[in-house]
């Protein structure tokens, strides 16, 4: 027969694990798009319950994330190739996403008479862009300055 104590670490070391925590965040990301489907605000103050309680967890045991994530330190996961490849894809796909913004709010706006209560939109569209450059020249100067 286990102690109190005994059983009482193993059921931490459940909720301390990787895939509870991996399973945990995908089940409150299914709590908040119910709620936003459903505009329940119950399910989505659930959702923000447990999301706390799992910062929380996350919080106290944030020395050892790569090992609750990863699990074991001697396998290699990814390389530097890995790394480039997914670099130069996410700076395409930012420039490309960027322009298309843009694109998308030029038209918009062109056509300000045709249809007038959609020119809100393009504006609002020409300051996401200008926020993801903003963003985007902020990160490249503080990592070229880092690194």
Same mark, same amino acid.
């Given at each position: 027969m286990e102690t109190? *104590?005994? #059983? #009482? /670490?193993?059921i $931490?070391?459940?909720?301390?694990? !990787? $895939?509870f925590i991996k399973i945990l965040s995908?089940?409150?990301? @299914? /709590?908040? #798009?119910?709620g936003i489907i459903l505009e329940n605000v119950y399910? #989505? +103050?659930?959702? /923000?319950? $447990?999301? =706390?309680a799992l910062s929380m967890v996350l919080y106290i045991h944030r020395d050892n994330l790569m090992e609750i994530f990863q699990? *074991? @330190?001697s396998v290699i996961v990814e390389d530097e190739r890995t790394q480039l490849i997914n670099?130069?894809?996410a700076t395409m796909t930012? !420039? %490309?996403? =960027?322009?298309?913004? %843009?694109?998308?709010?030029?038209? +918009? +706006?062109?056509l300000r008479n045709s249809y007038p209560r959609f020119v809100f939109m393009g504006y609002t569209l020409f300051t996401v862009?200008?926020?993801?450059? %903003? /963003?985007?020249?902020?990160?490249?100067t503080y990592y070229s300055r880092k690194y």
């Open positions: 109190k *104590d005994g #059983i #009482i /670490l193993k $931490l070391s459940i909720f301390e694990s !990787g $895939l995908v089940f409150i990301t @299914g /709590l908040w #798009i119910v399910v #989505i +103050i659930l959702a /923000l319950i $447990l999301l =706390t699990g *074991d @330190g670099e130069k894809a930012l !420039g %490309i996403l =960027t322009a298309v913004i %843009i694109w998308v709010a030029i038209v +918009i +706006i062109a862009a200008i926020f993801c450059f %903003i /963003l985007y020249f902020s990160a490249r």
